[in-house]
């Protein structure tokens, strides 16, 4: 079975600039999740997608946004990137309604804004 | 109230020692503790997790041990090898509700010596 997969696996941008990340969920999960790991900080939670509908969204500005497609993959959408929002870009799905339980995440998407 | 705190920061072990990450939570609407495993270059991979019901698990070399009343929970990593040297992240979410993404720690970077 194939896990989450994510495209591109590296990006460089300059300031200002924006950025679309996408993500393929494991097949059969509906739940989408993204999260930012810049470097030292952990994992903070961005946005939360299942069946198509924004569940839910962490402390980022709107410049942060994404969607979830009707085969249920994601794109998280970055507007006028600024230097800090330079990390590691993760995505990880579950079954529908599983929640915090069987999050699988993919390898990320590396983000450099220079 | 959403704090995952996770010690310490980063950990030298020998081999076949016991490595003991430490993380405490603040919400008491959380009901799933996993740890995950994240080797550089990697996503995060689910170790083991725990909900409340129980104060302890085992899975092979790795434990986890909860305390409800403290609000505390930790991974014991049994006769560690050099294998095991990632960084290592507690986290907790409710399954319920719209708050069904992981909080994470701030991470541990195990270090295991040959």
């Known amino acids: 079975e194939a896990g989450v997969t994510q495209s591109p696996t590296h990006l460089i941008k300059t300031r200002g600039q924006q950025v679309t990340l996408r993500c393929s969920p494991i097949?059969?999960?509906?739940?989408v999740y993204w999260y930012q790991q810049a470097l030292g900080l952990g994992l903070q939670f961005l946005l939360w997608?299942?069946?198509?509908?924004?569940?839910n969204r962490g402390n980022f500005p709107p410049r942060f946004s994404g969607r979830q497609f009707p085969n249920y993959s994601s794109e998280l959408n970055v507007n006028a990137l600024e230097l800090e929002d330079s990390a590691l870009y993760l995505c990880a799905s579950s079954p529908r309604l599983a929640g915090g339980r069987s999050q699988y995440f993919g390898p990320g998407t590396r983000l450099t804004v220079l | 109230q959403q704090q995952v705190k996770q010690s310490p920061q980063s950990l030298i072990v020998q081999k076949g020692g016991i490595s003991i990450i430490n993380c405490a939570y603040e919400?008491?609407?959380?009901?799933?503790f996993p740890w995950y495993q994240q080797f550089p270059g990697k996503g995060p991979a689910l170790l083991i997790a725990?909900?409340?019901?129980?104060s302890e698990k085992k899975e092979g070399r790795f434990t986890i041990s909860f305390n409800k009343s403290a609000k505390q929970f930790s991974l014991h990593i049994m006769d560690s090898q050099p294998g095991d040297s990632a960084t290592y992240f507690c986290a907790a979410s409710s399954l319920g509700g719209s708050a069904r993404q992981l909080t994470f720690g701030s991470g541990t970077q195990l270090t295991v010596l040959p």
């Open positions: 097949s059969g999960h509906t739940s």
């Open positions: 997608y299942d069946e198509g509908e924004e569940r």
């Open positions: 919400n008491t609407a959380f009901d799933y």
């Open positions: 725990i909900r409340p019901d129980v």
